[in-house]
Antibody, heavy 121, light 110 residues
C-alpha cells in the first residue's frame, strides 16, 4: 500500500533552517508529484509547493518563494523540503502528500503523518 | 484570509444530513474540480471526495460532493459521531498558479 513516512519533530532557533524528509513506498516514486502543505497551530492548511520526483522540477507558492527548497533523491524514494530563515510564524506541522489523477483532475490521495517544526529561542 | 470561503463551523445530530459550502471564483472553483479532505483531531488530512462525487475506495457513500458555478458543497447524510472532524475544500487556482485551501469547517456531532 502507498505510504509516505516523514522525519521526526524538530526544534529550531529563529534564523535557522530546517529540512524535512518524506520517504515514499508502495508505488513508483517517479510517477507522481509530491506536494508540501503546512498547518500552523489551530489554523488551516496552506500549500507550499510541489516537486516532480521524475525530473526534479518545482513550483513554489508565492509566499515561500526564495525561502523554501524542495529536492528529491530518487534511489531512496525520498523527497525533502527545506525552509530557511525560520521565524516563530513557521511553527507548524508540515505534511507531504502525493498527487494522483482522478476522473477530471488531480487530488492528494496519500499524506504523510506530519512533522512538527517548532521555532523558539 | 483564504481564497476559498468556508463556514468556520457546522453541526448536526446523529442521523441528520449536513452540508458544508466552499465559495471561490472563476479562476478556481468555476473552472476546476474541487476536492474535500477530512482531518480527524490530531491526524493528517485524508482525501474524502471530489466535486464530481468521485470517492477513493473506503469512503462511504454517505459523503457526496457537488459544484455549481463558483461554489462547491460537501454533504454528509446519516451523520455519525465518527464524522466529527475538520473539513477542507481544495482546488487549483489558475490565477495564483497554486493549490488553494478553504479555511476549514469544524463539524460537531451533537
Amino acid at each position: 500500500q502507498v505510504q509516505l513516512v516523514q522525519s521526526g519533530a524538530e526544534v529550531k532557533m529563529p534564523g535557522a533552517s530546517v529540512k524535512v524528509s518524506c520517504k515514499a513506498s508502495g508505488y513508483t516514486f517517479t510517477g507522481n508529484y509530491i506536494h508540501w502543505v503546512r498547518q500552523a497551530p489551530g489554523q488551516g492548511l496552506e500549500w507550499m509547493g510541489r516537486i516532480s520526483p521524475n525530473n526534479g522540477g518545482t513550483n513554489y507558492a508565492q509566499n515561500f518563494q526564495g525561502r523554501v527548497t524542495m529536492t528529491r533523491d530518487t534511489p531512496v524514494s525520498t523527497a525533502y523540503m527545506e525552509v530557511t530563515r525560520l521565524t516563530s510564524d513557521d511553527t507548524a506541522v508540515y505534511y507531504c502528500a502525493r498527487e494522483s489523477p482522478n476522473s477530471n483532475g488531480w487530488w492528494f490521495d496519500s499524506w504523510g503523518q506530519g512533522t512538527l517544526v517548532t521555532v523558539s529561542s | 484570509q483564504s481564497v476559498l470561503t468556508q463556514p468556520p463551523s457546522a453541526s448536526g445530530t446523529p442521523g441528520q444530513r449536513v452540508t458544508i459550502s466552499c465559495s471561490g471564483s472563476s479562476s478556481n472553483i468555476g473552472s476546476k474540480t474541487v476536492n474535500w479532505y477530512q482531518q480527524l483531531p490530531g491526524t493528517a488530512p485524508k482525501l474524502l471526495i471530489s466535486s464530481l462525487n468521485q470517492r477513493p475506495s473506503g469512503v462511504p457513500d454517505r459523503f457526496s460532493g457537488s459544484k455549481s458555478g463558483t461554489s462547491a458543497s460537501l454533504a454528509i447524510s446519516g451523520l455519525q459521531s465518527e464524522d466529527e472532524a475538520d473539513y477542507y475544500c481544495a482546488v487549483w487556482d489558475d490565477s495564483l498558479n497554486a493549490w488553494v485551501f478553504g479555511g476549514g469547517t469544524k463539524l460537531t456531532v451533537l
